[in-house]
Every structure is written in C-alpha cells, then in structure tokens.
C-alpha cells in the first residue's frame, strides 16, 4: 500500500542521514497521511503507532530533525 511504501522510504531516508552523519535535517513527503500521523503521534490509534514510535526512535538520534 502507498502508505507503508512511504513508510520504508522515510525509514530509508532517515538510515542514509544517520550513515552521512547529518546532524539537522528535515524529512520531506508528498503523503499527507504519512506526516499526518508522524506530527500527531500521541493521538494516533492504528497499527501504524508501531511504526511511528519506531521511526521517532530514530529521529531522535539527529540533533534538529522534522517531517514536512
């Protein structure tokens, strides 16, 4: 499904920044569910919380990161 592709992409993106030793960085989409669900984490009640508590794992290793 397109949401879960997007999901893998972000995961990628995120994978790739961390191996460049990016410190700031902003994640970019064009699936408004995706960040949608990212920016309202804490109200979220779908199967897709695991993914987001997962991904916001990651993020935190960033100095300043964000999803737009």
């Known amino acids: 499904d397109h949401t879960t592709t ?3 992409e972000l995961s990628e993106g995120i994978t ?3 191996s ?3 410190n ?3 994640f970019e989409s064009d ?3 995706l960040v949608n669900s990212f920016r309202r984490h804490h109200e979220d009640i779908t199967v897709l919380r695991h993914r987001i508590k997962e991904t916001r ?3 935190k290793l960033f100095v300043k990161a964000d999803v737009k």
């Open 6 to 8: 997007k999901w893998a």
């Open 57 to 59: 794992g990651m993020i």
């Open 24 to 26: 700031k960085v902003i």
């Open 16 to 18: 790739l920044a961390r």
């Open 31 to 33: 699936c408004a569910s």
């Open 20 to 22: 460049f030793n990016f």
